[in-house]
Structures are given as structure tokens and as C-alpha cells.
């Protein structure tokens, strides 16, 4: 049960993603849920995206400005690119 409350009186409402009293398990799935859930239709300037090195399995999410994030981490990233340079060395001789 999702619900809008603003308990503190402080004018800033906020979401309680479960009642008082419910258990850790439930609450953090609950609040990954919402999350993800918000990254995925809230923001339209935020893209998720998969596996742009060949031996990872990890899903990124690129809030960039630029939206040039291809890769979950550097490492991958960088073992991408040093695996394309080899190749490219080992063509040429």
C-alpha cells in the first residue's frame, strides 16, 4: 500500500511505501519496487540499458547529460575498450 502522507507538518509530503510495523524484508522490497518504478516511467532523462561488453550481465542506469553511458562500471568499460585496442593492434600486424 503506496500512500502520499504529510505526518510531519512540515509541508513536504512524502511516500510511505508500507504501514508501520511491516517488516524489513517487505518494506525494502517495497521501496525498490517504487524505485525502480520511478526510474523506468517517472524520468524520462534517465535510460537504463544492457550489455555493451560482451561478458557482462549487469543492466546500467545512464543519467548522464550527454546519455553517452554504455557500460554498469568503469572495468567494464575499460576492458572493452582495451580488448578493441588489442584486436586492432593484432590486426595491423
Not at 35 to 58: F, K, N
Not at 76 to 92: F, I, L, M, Y
Request: one cysteine or more.
Amino acid at each position: 500500500m503506496i500512500r502520499v502522507d504529510d505526518h510531519d507538518g512540515e509541508g513536504s509530503p512524502h511516500l510511505h511505501l508500507a504501514p508501520n510495523g511491516v517488516d524489513a524484508v517487505t518494506w525494502l522490497g517495497r521501496s525498490c519496487a517504487a524505485a525502480l518504478a520511478h526510474v523506468v516511467c517517472g524520468d524520462l532523462a534517465v535510460t537504463i540499458g544492457h550489455r555493451h561488453a560482451a561478458d557482462c550481465e549487469r543492466f546500467y542506469v545512464d543519467d548522464s547529460r550527454n546519455r553517452t553511458r554504455h557500460f554498469c562500471s568503469n572495468a567494464c568499460a575499460s576492458r572493452t575498450t582495451v580488448a578493441a585496442h588489442r584486436g586492432r593492434r593484432k590486426e595491423t600486424g
